[in-house]
T-cell receptor, first 114, second 113 residues
Framework: GAGVSQTPSNKVTEKGKYVELRCDPI?????LYWYRQSLGQGPEFLIY????????DSGLPNDRFFAVRPEGSVSTLKIQRTERGDSAVYLCASSSDEGNTEAFFGQGTRLTVV | AQSVTQPDIHITVSEGASLELRCNYSYGATPYLFWYVQSPGQGLQLLLKYFSGDTLVQGIKGFEAEFKRSQSSFNLRKPSVHWSDAAEYFCAVGARGAQKLVFGQGTRLTINP
């Protein structure tokens, strides 16, 4: 596609529920990143995929968070047993494999846990 | 560990005035440095980046930034701001290109008419 697409743009869920956030990267980009941006803060790294595999998941806060990219394109961030502290904007970005010199960001999914 | 400090949380300038946004980083090796802009409800857009070479880099929308290794700084500048520049600006550092960026807290820019 023309840019990184994230769906849904907004998600409201109840505490304890499971949510999935989807990211469609730019066509042909092999690297994909997830970040979380809390109110008034800069984005914080969560996980990085190179192809289908998670090259670095050191930013995932705990085992309630999981992400997959089974075919090396679309990625899904999954959050189990959501907590109010999970409320944030979840940003996805992608970059080409050529030195990863620029990450292109989507508009994000605003997650609100009530 | 890498870190980025943007000392100014909020800056207000008049339209047509010059602008400088400060960024200080902490990193043990040669950093990859970036400035991103985020308008309300929008994703992050890359303004410019520094990997190596000339320490003064030009970006989009008339922005430039200067890498000063001795001061661990990468300040963003624009000679004359426009009302459309009002946004949140983020400085970021990466260990290897755009992988695993560490962002600063951001500086919110307000433009007075």
């Amino acid at each position: 596609g023309a840019g990184v697409s994230q769906t849904p743009s907004n998600k409201v869920t109840e505490k304890g529920k499971y949510v999935e956030l989807r990211c469609d990267p730019i066509s042909g980009h092999t690297a994909l990143y997830w970040y979380r941006q809390s109110l008034g803060q800069g984005p914080e790294f969560l996980i990085y995929f190179q192809g289908t595999g998670a090259a670095d998941d050191s930013g995932l806060p705990n085992d309630r968070f999981f992400a997959v990219r089974p075919e090396g394109s679309v990625s899904t961030l999954k959050i189990q047993r959501t907590e109010r502290g999970d409320s944030a904007v979840y940003l996805c970005a992608s970059s080409s494999d050529e030195g990863n010199t620029e990450a292109f960001f989507g508009q994000g999914t605003r997650l609100t846990v009530v | 560990a890498q870190s980025v400090t943007q000392p100014d949380i909020h800056i207000t300038v008049s339209e047509g005035a010059s602008l400088e946004l400060r960024c200080n980083y902490s990193y043990g090796a040669t950093p990859y440095l970036f400035w991103y802009v985020q308008s309300p409800g929008q994703g992050l857009q890359l303004l410019l980046k520094y990997f190596s070479g000339d320490t003064l880099v030009q970006g989009i929308k008339g922005f430039e930034a200067e890498f000063k290794r001795s001061q661990s700084s990468f300040n963003l500048r624009k000679p004359s701001v426009h009302w459309s520049d009002a946004a949140e600006y983020f400085c970021a550092v990466g260990a290897r290109g755009a992988q695993k960026l560490v962002f600063g807290q951001g500086t919110r820019l307000t433009i007075n008419p």
